[in-house]
């Protein structure tokens, strides 16, 4: 008897985890179709590039910071930030730790051509003894790119000082 409710338990265990898998391919399908209607809205309003732009603003003081504790792995470090910004963007070798803060678009995001766009930025790096204000271009440059058949874009940014 005892062996029938632990055969009828697991029948019935695998028989819910069938449905929900069933159920978790249909949401599958449901998210790919608001992706592809989703593609079709421009890119403008589809994505903001004020946070991407932040994260790469914020690993590049990351990277300087890193160099100026590390001489050491100063050839690595520079061959990165030289695929974030084109232009030098200076820090002082006594910070150790450094914050991107009040991140704002200065004008309207420029077409430029299908994969490049350009967006000035004003920017506040701030701290322990530090605060500074400057400005700055990200060349924003978006690709379409396909992943497990799924259509997404690929987002890199460049900075150019102003």
Do not use: W
């Amino acid at each position: 008897m005892k062996q029938l409710v632990y055969i009828l338990f697991t029948v019935l265990l695998i028989g819910c985890a069938n449905v929900s898998e069933e159920k978790s391919f249909a949401t599958s399908d449901t998210a790919e179709t608001e992706l592809d209607e989703a593609s079709s809205i421009p890119i403008e309003e589809a994505f903001s590039y004020a946070t991407i732009t932040e994260q790469k603003l914020q690993e590049y003081f990351d990277l300087l910071v890193l160099k100026n504790k590390h001489p050491e792995l100063a050839e690595t470090i520079s061959a990165q930030l030289r695929q974030i910004t084109t232009d030098s963007i200076l820090l002082s070798r006594e910070q150790d730790s450094v914050a991107v803060k009040n991140l704002s678009a200065l004008g309207p995001l420029v077409k430029i051509n299908d994969t490049l766009q350009e967006q000035s930025f004003l920017y506040t790096i701030a701290s322990k003894n530090l605060s500074k204000t400057d400005t700055l271009t990200a060349h924003i440059i978006t690709k379409p790119i396909r992943i497990d058949g799924i259509e997404t874009l690929a987002t890199k940014v460049v900075f150019r000082k102003n």
